[in-house]
């Protein structure tokens, strides 16, 4: 059996990862421009992900970010320090996200093509031996891929990246009580996607 | 009462993730149907998955970071030049507006001379 990670380990170094992007955030409040730019350059990643993840398209996900670290850039005199900077600048990209796919009327889902390759990879991962945790994850991932842009902004926001039901109905401009509805569908969906055993037994029960 | 599968169907994803406590006969049901245990298995699942995409980064394409600080740059300069042409048109219209008021008074000044002129010969 493989060593699988040390949750207390991981703990610490992601609190000190947090410090650490607090006190350049603070630093790029009081006008230290090179404070900044340190910022942006780790947490580019972690936002193009998000972005990525949300439009579906690495050339969206590009413009979302860019139009994230500009308005994270103007709004950077608004930030206390109080929460996390990640969620603070994940708050910021699910915005822009919206705003994005709202204005340029692109409620589109993924190429073909990309569906595909997703696909792939989770079955060769399924019967190549790899554990069934990883294999399920890409799964997932393959899964929130394939939902509606409006269902799949809500569930990953709430259960990838953790934010609360407020946050992401401000966010995307929704109540939330739209915002747990829609949270709700996604579930079931990817639900039934990833397992459909339990439907197709109810259709042939019935 | 008994308790039917679907009327725990929104509730099972709030219980896998925390967020709800079943009622003691829906946790009686629960307790004794394969099906609602296995869709509760099936979220618990599909969030620990989800969970674990967040630590997942996926590495954009490389030039992202001097993109954005082209973006910011760009944006800067053309709020720059956009308040210089709204401070130049400002001045001009303030000047267009001194300009017009130094002429209505000196056009009333005038009149009024002339009418003080008139009383003055008509005496």
Redesign the interface.
Same mark, same amino acid.
């Given at each position: 059996m493989s060593p699988g990670p040390n949750p207390s380990t991981d703990d610490a170094s992601l609190a000190g990862r947090v410090d650490e992007l607090a006190a350049l955030a603070i630093a790029a409040r009081d006008g230290d421009r090179d404070a900044f $730019?340190e910022l942006? +350059?780790r947490t580019?990643?972690?936002t193009?992900?998000l972005a990525? +993840?949300l439009t579906n398209s $690495?050339e969206d996900? +590009?413009d979302v970010?860019? $139009?994230t670290?500009?308005r994270a850039?103007r709004g950077l005199k608004n930030y206390r320090g109080d929460a996390a900077f990640t969620t603070w600048l994940y708050r910021i990209c699910a915005n822009c996200s919206s705003t994005f796919l709202t204005t340029r009327g692109r409620h589109r889902h993924a190429d073909l093509d990309e569906l595909v390759e997703f696909a792939d990879q989770s079955a060769g991962a399924d019967v190549e031996g790899q554990s069934e945790?990883s294999a399920?994850?890409d799964?997932?991932?393959a899964g929130?891929a394939e939902l509606p842009p409006r269902l799949r902004a809500v569930?990953v926001l709430r259960?990838?990246?953790?934010l609360p039901h407020e946050a992401i109905a401000a966010e995307l401009g929704i109540s939330v009580s739209a915002a747990k509805v829609r949270l709700?569908r996604a +579930?079931?969906k990817?639900?039934t996607q990833?397992?459909p055993e339990?439907d197709e037994?109810d259709v042939r029960a019935m | 009462m008994s308790v039917r599968c679907d009327e725990l169907a929104h509730q099972l994803a709030e219980v896998a993730d925390g967020s709800h406590t079943l009622t003691l006969s829906h946790q009686r049901h629960v307790s004794q149907c394969l099906r609602c245990q296995a869709e509760l298995v099936q979220y618990r699942k599909l969030l620990r998955a989800m969970r674990a995409l967040r630590t997942d980064v996926l590495e954009p394409a490389p030039g992202l970071v001097s993109d954005v600080f082209a973006h910011i740059e760009a944006v800067g300069e053309r709020t720059a030049i956009r308040s210089l042409i709204t401070n130049h048109r400002a001045a001009y219209l303030g000047g267009l507006a001194a300009a017009t008021a130094a002429g209505a008074a000196g056009a009333i000044l005038v009149a009024s001379r002339k009418s003080r002129t008139r009383v003055r010969l008509a005496s």
């Open positions: $730019e942006v +350059r580019t990643p972690s193009y992900t990525l +993840r $690495e996900a +590009r970010v860019q $139009e670290y500009l850039y945790a399920l994850k799964q997932v991932a929130l569930i259960d990838v990246y953790d709700h +579930r079931h990817l639900r990833i397992f339990l037994i | -």
